[in-house]
């Protein structure tokens, strides 16, 4: 391993795009390695783990909120979050399918029986189930969310070749709807900032402090340059995204109008709801502690985490010697 080179996992959608300029940069070129994780959060997640079966891949991970909270508080303990990466929260989409038997799920009550394909136990897609699931009521007489049957299909492409409803990001699957390979029937938020960022403490944060400080100021910088009013405005943001992903112009607009990076100067639209009120506040140094309370009482309620005895040590989540709490 060069010591030199942090290994940063990241999913290749369209949030990526500050990572990627960074990547291009003189200082990127030198630095950073990136390895995409097409299969989302949870194969982040396998792939910060020197344990299994291929072995450590990534040093990073710009992975979903939930995800990587989930990971801590079920007993993870080789990484730890170290800063904060977009700000708004994420809209999973909820889609079922285009074949024959699909057209009887046509609003959300219709799926409270359905199978939920996910890509991965204990990825975003299978906790914003259960999310969702709670938003709705589906609970038993304890309170607690009714049991679902996942079904693993590890990435989109599999995904969209099945029949069953998943929550995935609205823009990101928008492509499939307007070829007519899936159906929308709705959304769902996240109710927290939707994207952060951690390390691994082998490879990392029992060794590489000052490389991975470097990186995270030098993301912060790159936010601010490709995501502010002035790009925004000459919509330079929008054509990076649309000739790297492909994506149509009037979509890139309507999705680009509603995120917000950690760190961007860009206020909020005013129609939106804060996921935290100390979201304003964070970048890619710096944590919320209101982010994570409110993030494990959510899942909590959701049935996804259960509570310690002894209540969270949320200390536990986080590297305060590289972070900033805020």
């Known amino acids: 391993m060069n ?5 940063v996992g990241f999913v290749p959608e369209h949030f990526a795009a500050p990572l990627l300029k960074l990547a291009e940069s ?3 070129q030198s630095h950073l390695q990136l390895v995409e994780q097409p299969s989302g959060t949870g194969q982040m997640l396998t792939s910060l783990d020197a344990n299994s079966s291929g072995g450590q891949m990534i040093d990073v991970a710009v992975a979903l909120t939930e995800a990587l909270i989930a990971g801590l508080a079920k007993g993870r303990d080789d990484y730890r979050l170290v800063g904060s990466y977009v700000r708004s929260s994420l809209n999973w989409a909820i889609i079922t399918g285009t074949a024959k038997g699909a057209d009887k799920y046509r609003t959300i009550a219709d799926l409270r029986q359905a199978k939920v394909g996910v890509s991965r136990l204990g ?20 309170g607690k969310v009714e049991k679902r049957e996942f079904v693993v299909n590890n990435d989109f492409k599999t995904l969209r070749e099945g029949v069953n409803q998943k929550p995935g990001e609205w823009f990101t699957t928008k492509p499939f709807q307007d070829s007519g390979e899936v159906r929308f029937v709705d959304s769902i938020p996240t109710p927290w900032p939707s994207w952060t960022i951690a390390a691994s403490k082998v490879t990392v944060l029992d060794t590489r402090k000052t490389l991975l400080d470097e990186f995270l100021h ?18 330079s943001l929008h054509a990076f995204i649309e000739d790297v992903h492909g994506y149509k112009p009037e979509d890139i607009t309507e999705w680009a109008s509603k995120v917000r990076w950690a760190g961007e100067s860009t206020p909020d639209p005013d129609d939106s709801k804060p996921t935290d009120p100390k979201a304003n506040e964070t970048n890619a140094y710096t944590l919320s502690k209101g982010m994570l309370t409110h993030t494990l009482s959510v899942l909590e309620n959701a049935g996804v985490l259960q509570r310690p005895t002894q209540g969270w040590d949320v200390s536990r989540f986080v590297d305060s010697s590289v972070t900033r709490i805020v």
Do not use: C, Y
């Not at 030098?218 to 919509?235: C, D, G, V």
């Open 3 to 7: 010591s030199e080179v942090l290994r």
């Open 26 to 28: 003189e200082w990127g």
């Open 123 to 142: 990825s975003g897609s299978h906790l914003m189930a259960s999310v969702l699931a709670l938003s709705q009521g589906w609970t038993d007489a304890d």
């Open 218 to 235: 030098k993301l912060h910088a790159s936010i601010q340059s490709f995501a502010n009013p002035e790009t925004r405005a000459k919509k």
